[in-house]
């Protein structure tokens, strides 16, 4: 009982660590976006740093990955992820099926 508390605590640091990681991704993708969603609303532009803080340069995702932490509706994940494609911030990914997509770096 008491190993799979240690086990778990160790688990905790590593979480810890690829927070610091995320958040040096966080510092580029601002600079990354700042140019590039000047264009978009200011809910839009949230919608895009939730997403890149969920899946990074790195995680692939598609529409429903999208619909389920933004909660949008179908029509509306695909208008997003239409729109960030457009604007050169995503971009497909093949092998991983229909549909899905990468932050470019």
Known sequence: MNE???DIGDEEVDIENEKV???DQKVD????LSEKTSDFSVKTTEHIHKLFEKFGFDEVFGRSA???LLELKGSGASKLLSNLAQADIIEPVSGHGKGRYKFKK
């Open 4 to 6: 799979e508390k240690v």
């Open 21 to 23: 990681n995320i958040q």
């Open 66 to 68: 999208v619909m389920e």
């Open 29 to 32: 993708v601002e600079s990354v």
